[in-house]
């Protein structure tokens, strides 16, 4: 098991842990926005389920099946991840109304929203090391784990608040109030997992700072060649695909052609370790002299 398959299961250990202090808060307060950040959690375990498995299978290596690898797979754990966020936040939703048409006084319980703080710390600790993880390792799964967690986190931190100031003013209605933008933020937060992902899955290009140093090093490494062009990027999972077309003299010898596409895919990785690259050859008739010029 690898340090990727490593986090995403300490994402299901850590998620039931605060699913459990969570419930315990709930529990000790009978507050119905913490009964919500409860729910919030029982989707953080299943997307870590999700996570794991989805990372399991994309570090699968390529197979006569799928030649270009399975790394996609985290893409559609996370947009299961986006669905399963958007009906805990309906349900979320649901609770609120209910609570709007038969509010109830909250007695403050101190030890209640100590044990939801302490799930909120511990929640923002491995938020922090998922992002940090999943854009090093390069891992969309991981990645979108920990942004969930940290928005998990920030509406944690703005429902204790709000639940510590109903049961002190006694305005009852602050605390599904509070349940309802809980609700939102979850809403706000599935759509962004989903939109992140179906770029992958849309095969995407690299962004456009990437895309840019791509140029740079066809560019200074091509050596011998007259220019590039018709340079296309996708990406997915950790792996980024990279094709362009290599425009050399017709008097070039094929050795020598292959010398050079040698030389800009060692370049390449250099800077991309998980690079597919792929170059056609063409004679200098097929010249576009608008694209990559080498210098």
Not at 80 to 102: C, D, K, P, Q, S
Not at 137 to 163: F, M, N, Q, W, Y
Not at 235 to 246: K, P, S, T, V
Request: proline residues 4%; charged residues 20%.
């Amino acid at each position: 098991m690898d340090r990727i398959q490593r986090l995403a299961l300490g994402s299901i250990v850590v998620g039931i842990a605060v699913l459990a202090l969570k419930y315990v808060a709930y529990v000790l307060t009978g507050s119905v926005a913490l009964w919500s950040d409860a729910v919030e959690s029982v989707v953080n375990v299943a997307t870590g389920i999700a996570a794991l498995l989805a990372v399991r299978l994309s570090a699968k290596p390529a197979d006569a099946g799928h030649p270009y690898g399975h790394q996609k797979a985290e893409y559609f754990s996370a947009v299961f991840a986006g669905v399963l966020i958007t009906i805990a936040a309906v349900t979320i939703l649901h609770e609120a109304y209910l609570a709007f048409r038969t509010p109830k006084l909250l007695d403050l319980s101190w030890p209640g929203l100590a044990v939801n703080g302490a799930a909120s710390v511990l929640n923002a600790g491995w938020s922090w090391l998922l992002i940090r993880q999943g854009r090093e390792h390069k891992s969309p799964a991981l990645a979108a784990e920990g942004r969930h967690l940290l928005t998990d986190v920030i509406s944690s931190v703005s429902v204790l608040a709000g639940v510590t100031l109903a049961a002190v003013t006694g305005w009852p209605l602050l605390d599904p109030a509070l349940a309802a933008l809980v609700a939102l933020q979850i809403l706000w937060a599935g759509w962004s997992v989903m939109k992140e992902s179906l770029g992958g899955l849309m095969d995407e290009a690299v962004p456009p700072e990437t895309l840019a140093r791509i140029r740079e090093l066809i560019a200074t490494n091509a050596e011998g060649a007259i220019e590039a062009h018709d340079l296309r990027t996708r990406h997915a999972g950790r792996m980024m695909f990279i094709d362009f077309h290599l425009v050399v003299t017709s008097t070039m010898t094929v050795s020598h052609a292959h010398d050079i596409c040698d030389r800009l895919e060692r370049a390449i990785r250099e800077d991309y370790p998980d690079a597919l690259i792929s170059v056609h050859v063409e004679p200098d008739d097929k010249a576009k002299h608008a694209g990559i010029v080498v210098l």
